[in-house]
Every structure is written in structure tokens, then in C-alpha cells.
């Protein structure tokens, strides 16, 4: 909740609401929540609650005292568009980024439906303003226009499979935004972008009858870290990176989690366990897929390269150098 960050994608993070609730596989090991429950109980904590939900409406104006610009991630300990968190509270942070055109937001949620119907509200819309006016003088307002979308925030859903990728995305493509993403992370499963009705990644994907464009501007996929982190399978992250390549979308290869590609290493003086997967499922009497060896040797080790490289990419940025493989 500071100015500083270790999470790759961004510069800082600022937390108006901390706490959550489970709604998908990909929370199972949530790392904010192994955190905050560490600390339940403890008098005078600031997670005293544990993962409670929690607003902090002290941190609201956080990002109005930092002049430096910044990419910010909103809610790295929270969702902000949980049940849970009021409408007029929401109102209130989308305020507070109108009013700091400097930087650049980034929301990350798992609650796709609600994003999608509140920021469709005219109401909602109303409010932003309301509270823009509120929190400063009317000469000092930016000239924003309709408050939605807002220019300097970016949008984006958690996909950790292919079930939940046709679940949020097309609501995220429904969704008012200046920049639409997505995080798979933890990456559990395949993900086909090109299967969902040639709206996302796609060269289908049209402005109007002749323009084509990818509906999404940024990919993120990372492996799992933590005690119980599941691994990720290589193959589902190249394929990511080669769909984005294809549609010259922006990529960003996270990290690989706790475990790495390589060989089996059953009880070694290590520490090293190992294991075997595939690609795909047992389906129909036999295996699909690639196979893949993955040892597990801890978040540092395993690092951030894919086939070789770090992928550092962000909206905005076009690359080609895959596209004719």
C-alpha cells in the first residue's frame, strides 16, 4: 500500500479497500489473504480484521499527494468492485483518478458482471462527477469531460482458465474503458483468445465495417507462488505469448511462480520435488497435450524468462518479431 511496489506490472499500489472473498479457483492461494489472516486478532493491527472486507476511506487521497507520475495498481488487497463495497464508495475512487490525470490506474477484478452494470449507469457517472466537485474547486477541475471512461484508468479481469476467460471477457468488452487487459495469473489452464466470437485478440474485432483491432490491449500471465502454488504448464504460457505476437497486443510474462520447466528430481538433497503434466485433460481414454517436466525450486529461481527472454510489454507498444514464425 505504498508508492513502492515488488509486482512487476506496475509502479505502486493503493489499497481504499482491503479484504475479499473467494469467487474462483484462481483465489484459492490468494496472497493478500494469506497475509492479512495472519493478523487477525492482533489489537490495533491495520488487518486486525484479517481479510474482512474493509474500507479506508484515510487512503482516498493518497494518490492525489504523489506529483510524481505512476502506474498504480487499485486494490492489490481487495476487489474493488466486491458486493460488499458501496456504489457512492466506488463513485468516490473513480473521483479521486479523475483527479489525478498524472498517473495511470490499473483495476484488476474478478467481478466482472457488477463492473460491467455499474459503469454502464448513468447514475454512477453522475456520481463520479458529484465527487470530483466535492474534493476540489470547480476552476481546478480537469477538463475530463463525461467522467467515463477515464483515460488514465485501465480495466482488467482475472482469467485463469479457459472457463473463466469466456466468462469475464466479454463482459470486460462491455465495460466502458480507455484500456482493457487481463491477468492470467495464476495461470491454471489453456487459454484460446481467438475462441471467443472474434472479439478479443482478434484481426476480427471492428471499430466499423474496414478497421480491424484487438478488443484487448494487454495480456499478463504468470505461474503461482506461495505454499500450495499449482504450476503452469509452458505451453499455456507460449501459447499466450504467440496469440498476442499474431495480433501484436502487448504481452507480459510475470513470472513462472515456484515452479520451473525441467527435469524430475524425486528427493534430492535439494529440496527439489518434481512432477509430470500435460497441456490438456484425460479426455476419452487417452492424454492430450504436450507433456512437460516441472521441478519445484521457489519464486526467485524460477524467474521471469520465457524461452530465454523477459517479456516487459504494455499498451501502447507494438511489436512484430513473432508474427511471421
Not at 277 to 296: I, L
Request: hydrophobic content about 40%; some cysteine; glycine content about 8%.
Amino acid at each position: 500500500m505504498s508508492d513502492k511496489t515488488g509486482i512487476e506490472w506496475t509502479d505502486a499500489t493503493w489499497n481504499p479497500v482491503t479484504g475479499c472473498t473467494k469467487v474462483s479457483p484462481g483465489c484459492d492461494n490468494c496472497y493478500a489473504e494469506t497475509f492479512s489472516e495472519r493478523f487477525r486478532g492482533t489489537p490495533g493491527h491495520y488487518f486486525e480484521g484479517g481479510f474482512d472486507i474493509q474500507l479506508r476511506p484515510d487512503k482516498l487521497d493518497q494518490p492525489l499527494r504523489w506529483k510524481r507520475p505512476r502506474r498504480i495498481f487499485v486494490n492489490s488487497m481487495s476487489d474493488l468492485f466486491h458486493k460488499d463495497v458501496p456504489d457512492e464508495y466506488i463513485a468516490k475512487v473513480f473521483a479521486v483518478m479523475a483527479l489525478a490525470p498524472q498517473h495511470t490506474f490499473q483495476i484488476l477484478t474478478k467481478r466482472h458482471a457488477r463492473m460491467r452494470s455499474l459503469l454502464n449507469a448513468g447514475d454512477f457517472q453522475t456520481a463520479v462527477a458529484e465527487h470530483m466537485l466535492a474534493m476540489t474547486d470547480e476552476e481546478r477541475l480537469p477538463d475530463v469531460g463525461d467522467p467515463l471512461p477515464l483515460p488514465n484508468v485501465w480495466l482488467g479481469v482475472s482469467t485463469e482458465d479457459q472457463k473463466w476467460a469466456d466468462l469475464r471477457i466479454p463482459a470486460l468488452l462491455e465495460t466502458p474503458a480507455a484500456v482493457r487487459f487481463i491477468s492470467a495469473e495464476p495461470l491454471l489452464g489453456p487459454i484460446n483468445l481467438e475462441m471467443l466470437a472474434g472479439k478479443t485478440l482478434g484481426w476480427n474485432a471492428l471499430d466499423d465495417e474496414s478497421i480491424a483491432h484487438p478488443a484487448l490491449d494487454w495480456v499478463i500471465v504468470g505461474g503461482e507462488s506461495g505454499r500450495n502454488a499449482r504450476p503452469m504448464h509452458p505451453a499455456w504460457a507460449t501459447s499466450l505469448r504467440d496469440q498476442c505476437a499474431h495480433a501484436e497486443v502487448p504481452f507480459l510474462f510475470k513470472q513462472w511462480g515456484e515452479w520451473v520447466p525441467g527435469i524430475l528430481d524425486f528427493g534430492s538433497r535439494t529440496g527439489k520435488v518434481g512432477i509430470g503434466f500435460r497441456s490438456a485433460p484425460y479426455v476419452d481414454g487417452r492424454y492430450w497435450g504436450e507433456f512437460a517436466s516441472m521441478s519445484r525450486v521457489g519464486k526467485k529461481s524460477a524467474g521471469r524468462e520465457l524461452d530465454g527472454r523477459t517479456w516487459d510489454e504494455y499498451p501502447g507498444e507494438i511489436r512484430s518479431e513473432l508474427k511471421a514464425k
